[in-house]
């Protein structure tokens, strides 16, 4: 089972950035695709972005320009880099491993994490 700690979150205005990190435990962690969520109260844990072992990069169509995920595999380490945040960009981050089914649909393999916070707001 792969743990996951997230942590880097914030209030920033409009415009501003973060840098999210989220170290994960377990060797799982280097050969799996690793992503970010993120949740608003009231919806569903969405796909922000994600990452491949070899570092090929995946991003949701609102993020594309913005934000910009990494890796380091030595380190079990994975970070997402988020510039031009907005107010619809305000929601509780998680990273968990990913990894999918024969039918394409995408499932989580670790526990969720805490989370962090990132609040964009003048």
């Known amino acids: 089972q792969v743990q996951l700690v997230e942590s880097g979150g914030g209030r920033v205005q409009p415009g501003g950035s973060l840098r999210l990190s989220c170290a994960a435990s377990?060797?799982?962690?280097?050969?799996?695709?690793m992503g970010w969520y993120r949740q608003v109260p009231g919806k569903q844990r969405e796909l922000v972005a994600s990452i491949t072992s070899g570092g090929s990069t995946h991003y949701a169509d609102s993020m594309k320009g913005r934000f910009t995920i990494s890796r380091d595999n030595a380190k079990n380490t994975v970070a997402l880099e988020m510039n031009r945040l907005n107010s619809e960009d305000t929601a509780v981050y998680y990273c968990?491993?990913?990894?999918?089914?024969?039918?394409?649909?995408?499932?989580?393999?670790?526990?969720w994490g805490q989370g962090t916070q990132v609040i964009v707001s003048s």
């Open positions: 377990g060797s799982i962690f280097r050969s799996n695709i």
């Open positions: 968990n491993a990913i990894a999918y089914a024969r039918d394409g649909s995408a499932y989580t393999l670790g526990s």
